[in-house]
Nanobody
Framework: QVQLVESGGGLVQAGDSLRLSCAAS????????VGWFRQAPGTEREFVAAISRAGSRTYYTDSVKGRFTISRDNAKNTVYLQMNSLKPEDTAVYYC????????????????????WGQGTQVTVSS
């Protein structure tokens, strides 16, 4: 497994931007896809975005398309989630996750395909 640490969350107003970071350690960073998920109180964890090993392919849930951008810098062992035009419904704890080294897909929207998770970072968007 890989160790993941998220940062960059905070309290912002609707329309503002935030950039989340996910720093990884423990194995070759570019060897596995990474995803971002979020969980609001009383709801199940939901997929937000995913990125392939080299960063050439990305995938987003419909509600964030055009507002969020996932990227990665394998030299810095870090994945980013740039969040623009934030809405109150984006309020949640955001988690990054890494797929196993043996994962054969390009990326995944399914939480069960990931085996390493960070502790999460809180994002709160006020109206």
């Amino acid at each position: 497994q890989v160790q993941l640490v998220e940062s960059g969350g905070g309290l912002v107003q609707a329309g503002d931007s935030l950039r989340l970071s996910c720093a990884a350690s423990g194995r070759t960073f570019g060897a596995y896809p990474v995803g971002w998920f979020r969980q609001a109180p009383g709801t199940e964890r939901e997929f937000v975005a995913a990125i392939s090993r080299a960063g050439s392919r990305t995938y987003y849930t419909d509600s964030v398309k055009g507002r969020f951008t996932i990227s990665r810098d394998n030299a810095k062992n870090t994945v980013y989630l740039q969040m623009n035009s934030l809405k109150p419904e984006d309020t949640a704890v955001y988690y990054c996750a890494a797929a196993p080294f043996a994962y054969s897909g390009t990326y995944s929207w399914k939480a069960t395909d990931y085996d390493s998770w960070g502790q999460g970072t809180q994002v709160t968007v006020s109206s």
